[in-house]
């Protein structure tokens, strides 16, 4: 074996070792808190239109048993007229 087919092999074993090296790095970054596939939000129904919102960004509406979301203040304000009118 020549001295350049041993430059070349080491050469290649390098690369692969920080090929193996990176692709281990990123699977661990991938289990630390506050990774972007992480879940912060869950989506809740809103009663008049019934369109899918996340919870943070809903308009909420407290009643005496429960707590209702809606997706817009139109939504909203459909609803309590409803409700007004119910009684």
Do not use: W
């Not at 692969?16 to 506050?34: E, H, V």
């Not at 960004?57 to 309590?80: I, M, P």
Request: hydrophobic content about 35%; proline content about 6%; aromatic content about 6%.
């Amino acid at each position: 074996m020549g001295p350049l087919r041993i430059i070349i092999l080491a050469v290649l074993v390098y690369i692969g070792y920080r090929l193996i090296a990176a692709n281990l790095k990123k699977s661990d970054d991938s289990k630390t808190p506050g990774e972007p596939g992480k879940i912060t939000d869950i989506l809740v129904e809103d009663p008049v239109c019934g369109k899918l919102v996340p919870k943070q960004q809903a308009h909420q509406l407290n009643g005496e048993d429960e707590t209702h979301y809606f997706c817009s203040r139109a939504c909203h304000d459909k609803f309590v007229s409803a409700q007004g009118e119910d009684e």
